[in-house]
C-alpha cells in the first residue's frame, strides 16, 4: 500500500518529506519490524518509541508516525497521539475487516471470559464459523494461539481480524477491555453487538477513579456509530448505561441480568452441582457451568445472540456444548476425598462470587488459597481479605504475581482488611499444599487468582507455574502417601 492512502486516516498536523513510499506492512515493535514497515513511535509508561526509531529504519522501517519530527531523513507524519493514529491506520492498511467480519464484544469487569466463549459457541451453533480473541486464547481459523494480551494493539487486533477473513472465519466473540478502549485499540472496531456485563473494583491503578474506568467502558457503546447492546440491569452501572441509552434513542437495547425489569432475565431457575437449568427469554436452558454468576455470564450470551439474530435452537445447543471454560471454575480431580477448583478470580466480586458458589457444594468446610497482584489497584487488596475471611472457613494469603512489589508486603495488606485471621505463606507451591493437606472429606478447596495462567510474574522474570499442576501434583503425592 502507498504510504499516501494512510495519510488522509492519520489526518497529521505536518508530514516531513512526503514521498511516494510503498509500505508492506505496520509496526509498533522493533522487534516486529521488516523490509517496508511503517513504524510507529509510541510513547510508553517506561520506554518511548522515538527513541527506537533509529533502529526500526535499520531493520527496514520506510516511514515513522510521530509526535515531534525526528532528526532523522526518512518520511514522518507528525499526530497529536500516535496510539490512536495507529488504530485507524490499521483500518485502512487491513481493509476495514469488521465491515465484513461480525464481531460480538464482552465489556465489563468480570464475566468477559465466560460470555465470550459462550457467544463463541453459540455463533458455532449457528454455523456461523466464530474466531475468538481474548484472555485466555485466540482462536483464528481454528487454530489456537495463545493470548498475549485481552484486547490486543490496534495493529495486533487488525491483522488478526484479517486473518479471521481469510482463514474462513465469519464471526468473532471479543473480550473488549477497559485499557483497550482508553489506548485506542479497540477504535475502528465495527461491533455487531456489544454487552456490558457488570462494573466492580479494579485497575483503578490504571484508571484512577471507578468513574473514569466506567467511562473507558461507556465510550465504547456511546461514541460515534452505537453498536446494538445488552446491559446488565442488576448492576448499579450497567443501569446508568442502559437508561443513557435509552435517552440517546437507541432501538437496539437488550437488557438482562438477576432484575425484574430485565428483557432477559431467569424466568425459571434450578441450581445444582453439576450446572444449572433456567428459562431465559422463552428459551430452555442447560449450562454446565456452576454458579448464579455464571448464569448471569448465559443471560449475557443469550442477549447478545439474540441482537444478533440467532435462533432459540442454536442459542439453546450452543450453551449445552460449553462444558466449561479453561482456569473458570475448574475441577482438579485425581480422585480425593474433597473438591478442588482453580479459578481466576483476582478481584473482590469474583472472589466472592466464587466462594459463595463453591460453600453451596461444601458439605464441610471451605478452604481458599488467593493473593493479590503487585503493581496493580492496592486499594482492593484489604477488600479481598475481608471477603476470604469472611466466607472461607480456612483462608491462606500468598503471592499472586508480585511483579516488582515485595510479597510480604502485599500480604500485610490484604491482611489489614481481614476482622478474622488469614494464614499467610508467601510461597504459592507451599500455600497450596498446606491447603490441600488440610483438607478432608467433603470440603472444597478454591485456589483464586491465576486460573489459567501458566506463570508467576516476579520482578525480574516469569517462571512456569500452573496452579492446576501444582495442585495434581500435591495431590497425586498426598494420595500415594495415604
Not at 267 to 288: F, M, Y
Not at 305 to 329: C, H, Q, T, W, Y
Not at 399 to 424: H, W
Amino acid at each position: 500500500m502507498n504510504l499516501e492512502r494512510v495519510i488522509p486516516a492519520l489526518a497529521p498536523t505536518d508530514v516531513v518529506q512526503r514521498a511516494p513510499v510503498e509500505i508492506s506492512d505496520l509496526a509498533y515493535d522493533t522487534r516486529a519490524v521488516g523490509p517496508g514497515a511503517l513504524y510507529f513511535c509510541v510513547p510508553g509508561e517506561r520506554h518511548d518509541g522515538h527513541e527506537f526509531a533509529r533502529q526500526a529504519l535499520e531493520r527496514g522501517a520506510v516511514a515513522l508516525v510521530v509526535e515531534r519530527v525526528l532528526e532523522l531523513d526518512v518520511p514522518q507524519l507528525v499526530v497529536p497521539d500516535v496510539r490512536r493514529g495507529m488504530a485507524q491506520a490499521a483500518v485502512i492498511f487491513f481493509g476495514d475487516p469488521t465491515k465484513e467480519l461480525e464481531v460480538g464484544g464482552v465489556t465489563g469487569t468480570n464475566g468477559k471470559t465466560t460470555t465470550a466463549y459462550l457467544l463463541r459457541s453459540i455463533l458455532a451453533s449457528a454455523g456461523r464459523r466464530p474466531g475468538l480473541l481474548g484472555t485466555i486464547e485466540s482462536r483464528i481459523g481454528g487454530e489456537h494461539r495463545p493470548a498475549i494480551r485481552t484486547t490486543p494493539e490496534a495493529i495486533d487486533l487488525q491483522r488478526a481480524f484479517r486473518e479471521m477473513l481469510d482463514a474462513g472465519d465469519r464471526s468473532c466473540a471479543l473480550e473488549a477491555t477497559s485499557h483497550g478502549s482508553e489506548l485506542g485499540r479497540l477504535d475502528g472496531v465495527r461491533f455487531s453487538a456489544l454487552a456490558f456485563t457488570n462494573l466492580g473494583q479494579d485497575h483503578l491503578d490504571f484508571h484512577g477513579t471507578s468513574e473514569r474506568y466506567f467511562e473507558a467502558k461507556r465510550r465504547l457503546f456511546v461514541a460515534g456509530e452505537r453498536p446494538p447492546a445488552a446491559v446488565n440491569v442488576a448492576n448499579e452501572y450497567g443501569r446508568r448505561l442502559a437508561d443513557e441509552l435509552r435517552t440517546l434513542g437507541q432501538d437496539s437495547l437488550l437488557t438482562f441480568g438477576f432484575a425484574d425489569d430485565a428483557d432477559i432475565r431467569p424466568e425459571q431457575l434450578e441450581l445444582d452441582a453439576n450446572g444449572a437449568r433456567l428459562v431465559a427469554g422463552g428459551i430452555q436452558l442447560r449450562t454446565s457451568l456452576r454458579g448464579r454468576f455464571n448464569v448471569e455470564n448465559v443471560l449475557a450470551a443469550v442477549a447478545l445472540a439474540r441482537l444478533l439474530g440467532i435462533e432459540n435452537d442454536s442459542i439453546a445447543a450452543g450453551i449445552e456444548a460449553l462444558k466449561g471454560v479453561p482456569g473458570r471454575f475448574e475441577a482438579v480431580d485425581e480422585g480425593q476425598a474433597f473438591a478442588v477448583i482453580v479459578d481466576y478470580s483476582h478481584k473482590p466480586e469474583a472472589l466472592e462470587n466464587v466462594l459463595h458458589t463453591a460453600r453451596e457444594l461444601a458439605p464441610n468446610r471451605l478452604i481458599c488459597v488467593f493473593g493479590c497482584g503487585g503493581d496493580r489497584d492496592r486499594g482492593k487488596r484489604p477488600v479481598m481479605g475481608r471477603i476470604a475471611a469472611e466466607l472461607a472457613d480456612v483462608a491462606i494469603v500468598t503471592s499472586d504475581n508480585p511483579r516488582s512489589e515485595d510479597p510480604e508486603a502485599i500480604i500485610a495488606e490484604v491482611v489489614e482488611g481481614a476482622d478474622a485471621s488469614l494464614e499467610a505463606e508467601p510461597d504459592r507451591a507451599t500455600a497450596i499444599e498446606r491447603a490441600l493437606a488440610l483438607a478432608q472429606e467433603g470440603d472444597v478447596v478454591v485456589i483464586a487468582g491465576k486460573g489459567h495462567e501458566q506463570g508467576q510474574e516476579l520482578a525480574d522474570r516469569t517462571i512456569p507455574f500452573d496452579d492446576r499442576e501444582v495442585a495434581r501434583h500435591v495431590l497425586r503425592r498426598l494420595g500415594a502417601a495415604m
